[in-house]
T-cell receptor
Framework: DQQVKQNSPSLSVQEGRISILNCDYT??????FLWYKKYPAEGPTFLISISSIKDKNEDGRFTVFLNKSAKHLSLHIVPSQPGDSAVYFCAASHSTDSWGKFQFGAGTQVVVTP | NAGVTQTPKFRVLKTGQSMTLLCAQD?????MYWYRQDPGMGLRLIHYSVGEGTTAKGEVPDGYNVSRLKKQNFLLGLESAAPSQTSVYFCASARGTSGRGGPYNEQFFGPGTRLTVL
């Protein structure tokens, strides 16, 4: 049973516009969330994180929003660039897990078109 | 620094054959993980290790064994490969609680091994 869900397998956006990626989770104990970016034939790389004490975290063009009551988080990319074309994974963990294990979503393929 | 490396990058096996995937990290990380990625399933944890000489089962451990004899290496073994083990395998490492951030350390991933079992 997947505890982290990314219901949109793909997203196409024009260069310069905003990309919004969504992630839902079912386990209310999750209190730390990460987004990873993955290019073909490479491993995922860390993009941005947020803990449950915040509802927003920003890093350059990337902003993650957390809505704890809805068990929902989103990643905003503004403005989108061709190099943002990749698969994005949402991941969640909880502080009672001392071993740093994360549950990953299935990923969203983003294609940024000129 | 090479970061996290995986050997081999590609492999084709026949059903019943065995093989070992090697993961190496040069960041002195305590924690290491093995995942498999399948279409529509995301990354699923197979086994993990929180230090040299320790291993534990993840979400999908059946059919796999692991060993962490040295801190920098984490081996994943398939004793008798099955077509259901066709997947892309990723290794990851994390600093662990000995560093900043406690259990929330980000994981650093290797480039993956694409395994096909015929």
């Amino acid at each position: 049973d997947q505890q982290v869900k990314q219901n949109s397998p793909s997203l196409s956006v024009q260069e310069g516009r905003i990309s919004i990626l969504n992630c839902d989770y079912t386990n209310s104990m999750f209190d730390y969330f990460l987004w990873y970016k993955k290019y073909p034939a490479e491993g995922p790389t860390f993009l941005i994180s947020i803990s449950s004490i915040k509802d927003k975290n920003e890093d350059g063009r990337f902003t993650v929003f957390l809505n704890k009551s809805a068990k929902h988080l989103s990643l905003h990319i503004v403005p989108s660039q061709p190099g943002d074309s990749a698969v994005y994974f949402c991941a969640a963990s909880h502080s009672t897990d001392s071993w740093g294990k994360f549950q990953f979503g299935a990923g969203t393929q983003v294609v940024v078109t000129p | 620094n090479a970061g996290v490396t995986q050997t081999p990058k590609f492999r084709v096996l026949k059903t019943g054959q065995s093989m070992t995937l090697l993961c190496a990290q040069d960041m002195n990380h305590e924690y290491m993980y093995w995942y498999r990625q399948d279409p529509g399933m995301g990354l699923r944890l197979i086994h993990y290790s929180v230090g040299e000489g320790t291993t534990a089962k993840g979400e999908v451990p059946d059919g796999y064994n692991v060993s962490r004899l040295k801190k920098q290496n984490f081996l994943l073994g398939l004793e008798s490969a099955a077509p259901s083990q066709t997947s892309v395998y990723f290794c990851a490492s994390a600093r662990g609680t000995s560093g900043r951030g406690g259990p929330y350390n980000e994981q650093f991933f290797g480039p993956g091994t694409r395994l096909t079992v015929l």
